[in-house]
């Protein structure tokens, strides 16, 4: 039987091969929770030299806006031709990040390590044999006490849930990923906020949240932004 921790991981590895252009641009969210001030948004923004950890940093898009600020740069990614590719790619524009191999549920960094973690579209990819809770147990555990999570969380009613095989801990087996990088593969969703504070609140609190609701030309994306403090 075919894993798909596996077979996400090429799927992943030859997406990004072919994003050979050295220009990447950041994700709107993360620019405007990192330099914006909103009514609902309860965030210390990050001094120079605070270390941020830039889960699942793919192409580098968000990586190299980190280090713009000023930030004391590290990532993961689930292959070493990623973190190759990513990492030429911000050579070749000067910037230098510690990024390793590494997945949502074993991070190899140590214990309270970080001041911030960026997850970008990526905190709720579930691996085999691995629950919502497990990555989200070991993010903690990389925080230190205070640090901030800034997440985007997958919502129920997005496009890449069309046809998903739901299962009893809440996450669902992807059927009908249009881009053909996810299906076989579990992702974990959530219909309300509410749901997610409650899901969240063994290991964070102080928790600030957004919407987005795009329909980028017949793919409709629905999610979340949270932002919350390590207990």
């Known amino acids: 039987m075919d894993d798909p921790s596996q077979n996400i991981n090429t799927s992943y590895e030859q997406f990004y091969a072919k994003k050979t252009g050295a220009k990447v641009y950041p994700t709107e969210f993360v620019v405007r929770t990192f330099l914006a001030n909103y009514p609902a948004l309860s965030f210390r923004k990050p001094l120079a030299g605070d270390r941020v950890l830039d889960v699942a940093f793919g192409d580098g898009r968000n990586t190299v806006f980190l280090c713009d600020q000023g930030l004391a740069v590290s990532g993961i990614e689930i292959t070493q031709g990623i973190v190759d590719q990513t990492n030429d790619r911000l050579q070749k524009l000067g910037y230098e990040a510690d990024l390793r ?12 390590y970080f001041d911030y973690i960026l997850a970008c579209h990526c905190c709720y990819y579930c691996d085999e044999g691995d629950s919502f809770a497990d990555n989200l147990m070991e993010y903690a555990r990389v925080m230190k006490p205070g640090a901030y999570l800034v997440a985007s969380v997958a919502c129920r009613s997005s496009y890449i849930f069309n046809n998903a095989v739901a299962l009893e801990d809440g996450s669902y087996v992807i059927k009908s990923d249009p881009y053909g990088n996810r299906d076989g593969y579990r992702l974990h969703a ?5 749901q997610i504070e409650v ?20 793919i409709s994306e629905r999610v979340f932004w949270v932002v919350c403090q390590k207990k």
């Open 190 to 194: 959530f219909a309300t906020k509410e």
């Open 199 to 218: 899901y969240f609140s063994r290991w964070f609190t102080n928790f600030s949240f957004g919407f987005a609701d795009n329909d980028y030309y017949g």
């Open 101 to 112: 191999v590494g997945r949502n549920s074993s991070i190899p960094f140590d214990d309270q």
